[in-house]
């Protein structure tokens, strides 16, 4: 496989795993009961498995690396922070008011880490 069909793997990837958490989180703020059925259990890990994959793929095949380079830094920082925001967000907030700001700070974090990555400026 090219580098590139890697890293249209990976956006297509981080464009699936945008919207499932974007559809969670409806669910989420609607109290849906579709929110605990098992695909969408399932299927967000599938995905977030591969976009990790593709990720690590790219590092390697690139040579760029995360706290060399000042853009991939603030991605994986912004991951990190979005995934602890987003299980805030979808199943760990106490209260439906915890995990309404949590989903709205953590498509926050979403909305950086994608503009870091077309940019690769750090900064808005």
């Not at 599938?46 to 790219?58: N, R, Y």
């Not at 995360?66 to 830094?73: A, H, I, M, S």
């Amino acid at each position: 496989m090219s580098y590139l069909a890697i890293k249209y793997l990976h956006m297509t990837c981080a464009a699936l795993s945008g919207l499932l958490f974007l559809a969670r989180g409806m669910l989420m703020l609607a109290d849906s009961p579709l929110l605990n059925r098992r695909p969408l259990k399932i299927l967000p890990h599938v995905v977030d498995t591969v976009l990790l994959a593709s990720a690590l793929t790219m590092v390697v095949w690139s040579g760029q690396y995360p706290f060399v380079q000042n853009w991939l830094t603030a991605k994986v920082l912004a991951l990190i922070a979005y995934i602890l925001v987003g299980s805030v967000a979808i199943k760990r907030g106490k209260t439906k008011g915890i995990r309404t700001v949590a989903f709205v700070i953590a498509l926050m974090l979403f909305g950086y880490i994608v503009k870091v990555a077309l940019t690769r400026q750090v900064w808005w």
